[in-house]
């Protein structure tokens, strides 16, 4: 699946992923989401920033620890502690960041430390997203 389109939104405590080509439901005006999770995780390759897997920690541990193994089994040693898992209450833009841009998870792996914690950043529970595009709109009504 292209991460391209993906796009993680953070709503009452938990991390919705969507598929942005999905239409969204005449009904309800909702997309259909792909994951709920309370954390997200997050796996890219340290040297060159490409996410590898994202979703549930618990999915993503187990995924990377395959892979390494099977890495250092091939003696690939390199390659396997290349391998990096980040996971928790990551803010939501920092996350749609890292599947939209190349190579952008290695600049924030790098500002990990300094990041604000995900859930605690979300501004009245709207995401990022919701709050640029919520106020173009009203500014578009006021004009």
Known sequence: MDSQHLRYQLRAGHYYLYDMRDEPSAITGERRFRLK???VAIAFDLATGQVCQ?????????WALG????LRTAGDWEAADSLIVV???LPEDEINKCLRIRGYCRWMFQRLATL???KLHAHQGRSAWQRAH???????RAA
Do not use: C
């Not at 892979?67 to 099977?70: A, L």
């Not at 919520?134 to 578009?140: E, I, K, L, M, T």
């Open 134 to 140: 919520g106020d173009a709109a009203r500014q578009r």
């Open 87 to 89: 996971s928790g209450p």
């Open 116 to 118: 604000p914690h995900g």
């Open 37 to 39: 999770t309370e954390l």
């Open 54 to 62: 994202h979703g549930h920690p618990t999915r993503i541990h187990a």
């Open 67 to 70: 892979v390494r193994r099977k």
